[in-house]
């Protein structure tokens, strides 16, 4: 390819990335909201469906079709004139024209009340004609079958009388004869209505979806990253799927899973190259957070400092999550059953040698904040006295939109590296996480977009994320351990 064409197809990879973002969009916005389709749909046609039940009214439809011939001369035999009628498909076909307009006249009208001994017509009459012939189909509608029979009738043998004022003589020949009508002709008008009105209310709710879509203001690609939050990206970490196995897998996305595509390790290298390139040389501790649960940061943390602790770093991974910790599920770490080699009333450090980095677990909240020891002094106090024997120390956090901790931790950090799960939290709430963020007088080196999008659909595996009575769940956060295996592993152990 030569170096036009690939210029050339930047756009149009561009375009299709921005088509396969809204498809998925639009399918999250089905998935959500698929409810309130259904919800107008019935009410629209429920309203249909019962208003035109009680207020439905039968109405008996009966017809019958003619050829008309018109009069060409007459002639008088015994003193009886006798008239000859011939067929011309221009001619008559012009008189069967003005049929429709006879079926109206006053003069027909009357000559069927007189002939039927009543004041008023009981049924309605129209007439339509086949083009370029002299066929006419009469048809008669109104609510009592007999009566609108009976009109039709009383239509067919006085119409030729009340057509000689407006076209001369004509005859009528029966093809098909008028009968009485057993049931109503508009007998499914009223579900044919609510149908409609279902489809309507349906549409509605897939507009609205539409809406949703389109003015739902997310971050969904790294240009957004730049432009919508005015910071700097330091990757984008793929979403990562399992396929079903027969056989239990593992299915932690982490480097050291063979499982793991290549994309995402080499996502991760970048990343790593980046963050390192983006740190000032006393920028040590780093804090990684995000807006909102399930967002993926323990995923993006723990990948990073595997990452770093492969290039020969020596790296602390610290999970300050008290509330819900998440590293040690991830790394499939018994945190009963690890010994620790530095402890103290906060905190306990152990060497991870499978994965060659050092782990810090904070205490439980209950441990911490109920001795009034988890705020910022101290926390600075724990990161200071470990400050000399590491490269790097990542600080998993709680997410900052969400618990009042992160602050505490960025007040004792160097710099933040700040999670954003691909089109999922809104703008806005990004936005307000990284003021509270920098408020804190900590600098953020940018922002990892995770779950990056790979096909029309996204796949991965939903993450639960818990805090008291909220709980949301994050898609594309890419790991299939949480807190869910660390409540459980716990309760076990009680159990036991």
């Not at 208003?51 to 079709?65: D, K, L, M, Q």
């Amino acid at each position: 390819m030569s170096q036009n064409e690939s210029k050339n197809s930047i756009p149009e990879m561009i375009d299709d990335f921005k088509i396969k973002i809204y498809l998925s969009d639009f399918l999250k916005g089905i998935k959500k909201f698929w409810w309130l389709c259904v919800a107008l749909a019935v009410i629209a046609g429920g309203f249909k469906l019962t208003v035109g039940y009680f207020n439905f009214v039968p109405v008996y439809t009966t017809s019958a079709t003619f050829t008309v011939s018109t009069q060409s001369s007459s002639q008088t035999i015994g003193g009886v004139s006798v008239y000859s009628f011939f067929y011309d498909s221009s001619t008559a076909s012009q008189i069967a024209k003005t049929f429709p307009y006879i079926m109206s006249s006053n003069i027909l009208q009357d000559a069927i009340c007189e002939d039927l001994g009543i004041s008023a017509m009981p049924a309605s009459l129209s007439a339509s004609c086949v083009s370029d012939s002299n066929m006419i189909t009469i048809t008669a509608r109104g609510v009592d079958p007999k009566k609108t029979y009976d009109v039709l009738v009383s239509a067919i043998k006085n119409l030729p009388e009340a057509a000689k004022f407006v076209v001369g003589n004509i005859r009528l020949t029966a093809i098909s004869d008028p009968f009485i009508p057993a049931n109503p002709s508009n007998s499914s008008a009223y579900v044919k209505e609510a149908i409609k009105w279902a489809i309507i209310g349906f549409g509605i709710g897939a507009a609205w979806i539409i809406f949703y879509v389109f003015l739902r203001s997310t971050v969904k690609t790294k240009k957004d990253i730049k432009t919508q939050l005015n910071m700097e990206s330091v990757g984008t970490v793929p979403q990562v799927s399992f396929k079903k196995q027969t056989k239990q897998i593992n299915q932690s996305v982490l480097l050291t899973n063979p499982k793991i595509g290549s994309g995402f390790l080499e996502s991760v290298r970048v990343m790593r190259n980046t963050f390192v390139n983006s740190l000032k040389p006393n920028e040590k501790v780093i804090m990684v957070t995000s807006t909102a649960p399930g967002e993926g940061k323990t995923t993006v943390i723990t990948n990073l400092a595997l990452s770093l602790a492969d290039c020969g770093k020596n790296v602390l991974l610290v999970d300050a999550d008290i509330h819900n910790p998440s590293v040690a599920p991830l790394l499939g770490i018994d945190t009963e059953q690890t010994e620790y080699y530095e402890k103290s009333e906060d905190y306990a450090i152990t060497r991870l040698d499978e994965f060659k980095i050092s782990f810090m677990a904070f205490k439980s909240i209950e441990e911490a904040h109920g001795k009034g020891r988890m705020n910022a002094e101290r926390i600075k106090d724990i990161f200071d006295s470990v400050r000399d024997k590491y490269d790097y120390i990542l600080v998993d956090t709680p997410p900052c939109g969400l618990i009042s901790d992160s602050m505490f931790i960025a007040q004792a950090s160097d710099a933040a590296l700040y999670v954003i799960l691909q089109d999922t939290v809104r703008v806005t709430k990004i936005r307000s996480g990284l003021d509270n963020i920098m408020s804190a007088n900590v600098r953020v080196i940018g922002c990892v977009l995770n779950g990056a999008l790979s096909g029309i659909t996204g796949y991965g595996y939903n993450y639960g994320y818990g805090y008291g009575g909220y709980r949301s769940y994050g898609k594309y956060s890419g790991y299939g351990y949480g807190y869910g295996y660390g409540r459980k592993h716990r309760q076990k152990k009680e159990n036991d």
